[in-house]
């Protein structure tokens, strides 16, 4: 017996301009969130993507990937798609005019306002990935991921098209596929019924400002370490009481920079 589709029913026929060779086979699902994902290559995804949660929700069509080929967008003989850098300095610069008509086709039957459908490059120099923006992106209709790769972006593309430059620390990759993955994860999380209690995202790390209290689970008792008997005792009350003031404790002693800012918070 087939596997029923879950999605059916939902597919939107789009006109498209873009060559098929350059993107993936994903017809539209009417109103599910999608990424679209432009890099060097299109093989590295769905990578972990695919597996878990966001693996299930992903085949259950509860929000769509695509993946744009960069490279079909070379110029010349061997679809060039980068340069070296104007003024000199070592490695290569990736074209305007090739990112440039990536994210053209990219922007096709999509928002151009960015808070409907945002379109990030995973730079380092970017503004760090936070728990609200991930929040930001799963309220969107969808956003457009470009991956770099070399010594970067030509600064004129990212300008002609709004590019929200977003980074996940201060180091650097050797390319924005795992960065890209990332940030999809954190916010294909926080979609509706993608996890199985939505209640999950309350009170976890980032969420409410503060990182998240110890966890523990049976046995009650391990390698001489015993569970908090607060957390036996089954007043919600005292529990609650107890994992506020953990979650306190460890932001002020690990993140003082977050520490500081939820103080703030609650004196204005």
């Not at 790769?149 to 977003?166: A, H, M, S, T």
């Amino acid at each position: 017996m087939s596997k029923t589709n879950k999605s059916h029913g939902r597919l939107a026929i789009r006109p498209t301009l873009r060559a098929r060779e350059l993107m993936t086979n994903t017809p539209d699902i009417v109103g599910v969130w999608k990424a679209k994902v432009i890099t060097l290559f299109p093989e590295s995804f769905p990578g972990v993507l695919d597996r878990s949660l966001t693996g299930k929700a992903l085949q259950d069509g509860l929000w769509q990937l695509e993946t744009i080929q960069l490279r079909g967008y070379g110029i010349g003989k061997h679809k060039d798609v980068d340069h070296p850098p104007a003024g000199g300095g070592a490695g290569m610069v990736l074209k305007p005019d090739v990112v440039g008509a990536a994210l053209a086709d990219a922007r096709r039957a999509t928002p151009v306002d960015p808070k409907a459908w945002p379109v990030v490059y995973m730079s380092p120099r970017g503004k760090p990935l936070t728990q609200a923006m991930a929040q930001e992106f799963s309220q969107a209709q969808g956003m457009t991921i470009l991956c770099g790769r070399f010594e970067g972006v030509d600064e004129r593309v990212l300008e002609e098209y709004n590019v929200q430059e977003v980074s996940l620390g201060d180091f650097v990759l050797t390319g924005g596929e795992i960065a890209a993955q990332a940030v999809i994860d954190a916010t294909v999380r926080l979609l509706p019924n993608v996890l199985g209690n939505a209640d999950s995202t309350v009170d976890e790390s980032h969420s409410n400002g503060l990182l998240e209290h110890p966890q523990y689970t049976k046995p009650a008792e391990w390698q001489g370490r015993k569970i908090p008997e607060v957390l036996l005792s089954g007043h919600h009350g005292n529990v609650d009481k107890w994992r506020r003031g953990m979650a306190e404790k460890l932001t002020k002693e690990r993140r003082p920079d977050m520490w500081k800012a939820y103080q703030a918070r609650k004196d204005t």
